[in-house]
């Protein structure tokens, strides 16, 4: 089971977004930045690349991201069990968005289609 946040969690995020069905002619980066709480885990940056009717997790930071979103560990664990939706966490200040918002809702329907594809690897996740 990965740890959440760990390099074998963005592994094997990266291994299911491979399967997933993906709109063609959509090309959207969202680089997701995980701030320390106060634990010892440190700042962790990773992104999601959607180009080419593919899907795919790296680890780092992406060259030219769309959207950052940028939140604490906390909320980044609430939001993938799915404590915390990510309209809660905007409107109470937890989650916040920078770059080309019109972007991310224009790419709502690449969005929609990844949507669960993440779910059997929150099932196997370890969270702290």
């Known amino acids: 089971m990965p740890r959440f946040l760990s390099p074998e969690w963005i592994e094997a995020l990266d291994a299911a977004a491979r399967e ?3 709109p063609p002619g959509v090309r959207l980066t969202i680089q997701q930045i995980v701030t320390d709480d106060g634990g010892d885990g440190g700042e ?9 009717g593919g899907l795919r ?12 979103l940028v939140q604490s560990r906390a909320v980044a664990s609430a939001l993938s069990r799915g404590e915390l939706n990510a309209q809660q966490a905007l409107a109470a200040g937890r ?7 019109g972007r991310l809702a224009r790419e709502g329907r690449a ?3 990844v949507e669960d594809v993440f779910a059997a690897v929150r099932a196997d996740t370890t969270y702290p």
């Open 44 to 52: 962790v940056r990773y992104h999601l690349v959607i180009d080419g």
């Open 20 to 22: 997933a069905p993906v």
């Open 111 to 113: 969005l929609t289609a």
């Open 57 to 68: 997790v790296r680890p780092g930071d992406a060259p030219a991201a769309d959207v950052t």
């Open 95 to 101: 989650l916040k968005l920078r770059g080309d918002i």
